[in-house]
């Protein structure tokens, strides 16, 4: 009999999201499911762990191939904790999400999603983030299961280059078709910040931080021109950051003398 | 009268940290200054921002060229919350340390100190992070000063590329001499995580996370070299996550029809 792979599964919108129950269920009779996934939200956490505070873990669901625990620290926790003293070994995969939103464009800086598939991508083990681009907690996840299921199997079967992840976005389509895949780079966009600015009762002020994005960059290789296109973005990431085109420039720079 | 250039000043380990007073003493003179620092620590803290509660802030110190205020979230709010409520414009340049040990090869993906960097960058402002080799409280930042004003200059007089920041590491030397600037690319390394399992009082399960991080690849051209050989490592950073080197495997892959 032949051992079903492992897989890791975490989220940032914590495990009772219904974007994690989606992914489940595109991930189901595919392998041994581990749902390692965070007891409350934490979106905005980016690539945050906990060291201040001990972490803590209980379990929610086991049977045969699946069980879940829930985690009081963030998706890279999760990911740290799940592979380290859940598992007790490297899995053969490791999903993340699926987010409520997207996390395309810069967005891949913010995300809890992505931050815990870079953090299985730089544990070595082959790792993919899905989000779709729809807010809402009663997003409907329904059309996107089937797509999330072959990019899972196609990447068990394929494998990924070392030091590459995946980043996937799926569009929010109402009623259209979506057009399948396209490979593509994260386009440039930026967050309009408007703080909406309050006092409290004893006349303090404070902030919250809002905005509104703007993937602005909509060449036809980038996943903004994608996702406006409805199709499913898929960004190769990596977590080297250098920016070797700028070397030069740093160079002559650091060498100069007044 | 020229006018003197407007300095954005943050970082992670909190607005009372030694490495942020020496950042501060590096910067006196060239501009105008804005310190906007979280009050608690952030270590870990990645780029994470705060969604889920309000953001406030207190002014520490004022004079002409120079004032400081706390900010109750992360790094990342200090950086969106000083240019758009404190400071109302965009600053000139973007200061983040200097940072009480490394974040040099894969620690820049945990730092809340180039995080704070890559928002700033994000923003178009041109940023630096400083980071020391050296983890204690009480740490020598004496010798880093000199080095750190003279990256400030000349990033004033040269600029940066458009979406490249710089991540800047000081090996902690012991008496020995510092060689001078190393410009090199991101090293890869691992963290050993080795979870501090205990019980509390009432026998129920906590986990510290622990580890030691191992900075493994040692080719000349990479940080980690350049800290292990008394060099300042200057590495340039983006934010462009996307693998280039890797679409034709992904896109073979996800053409892939079974």
């Known amino acids: 009999m032949k051992t079903l792979p492992s897989i890791l599964i975490t989220n940032d919108d914590s495990i009772h ?12 009779g595919i392998g041994e499911l581990f749902v390692v996934a965070p007891e409350n939200p934490q ?13 803590r873990f209980h379990p929610i669901f086991s049977d045969n191939a ?9 998706p890279v ?8 003293i859940i598992m007790r070994k490297r899995p053969d995969l490791l999903l993340s999400g699926i987010n409520h939103g997207s996390n395309a ?37 329904e059309y996107a299961i089937p797509y999330v299921r072959d990019i899972i199997q196609k990447v068990l079967k394929h494998g990924l280059p070392d030091g590459v992840c995946l980043n996937v976005n799926i569009p929010a389509v109402k009623g259209e078709e979506l057009k399948g895949y396209k490979v593509c780079r994260q386009g ?15 006349q303090r002020d404070y902030f919250w931080i809002t905005g509104r994005f703007n993937g602005y960059e909509m060449d036809e290789d980038t996943d903004n021109w994608a996702l406006a296109n409805n199709y499913i ?3 190769p990431v990596k977590f080297d950051l250098t920016a070797h085109q700028a070397m030069d420039h740093i160079k ?3 060498n100069d003398v007044e």
Chains 1, 2 share one sequence.
């Open 43 to 55: 979106s905005g956490m980016g690539h945050a762990i906990t060291v201040t505070a001990p972490l």
């Open 17 to 28: 999201a219904p974007g994690l129950r989606a992914l489940i269920e595109a991930a189901t």
């Open 233 to 235: 973005s898929v960004v």
């Open 77 to 84: 926790d999760c990911v740290k904790l799940g592979e380290k």
């Open 66 to 74: 699946h069980q879940e625990v829930a985690v009081s620290g963030t």
């Open 188 to 202: 440039l966009g930026s967050w309009k910040e408007e703080f909406d600015e309050r006092k409290d009762p004893r």
């Open 105 to 141: 464009s810069i967005n891949v800086m913010y995300s809890g999603t992505m931050a815990a598939t870079l953090e299985g991508c730089m544990s070595g083990i082959p790792s993919v983030g899905f989000s779709l681009c729809d807010y809402s907690h009663d997003a409907n996840f």
């Open 252 to 254: 002559k720079m650091t």
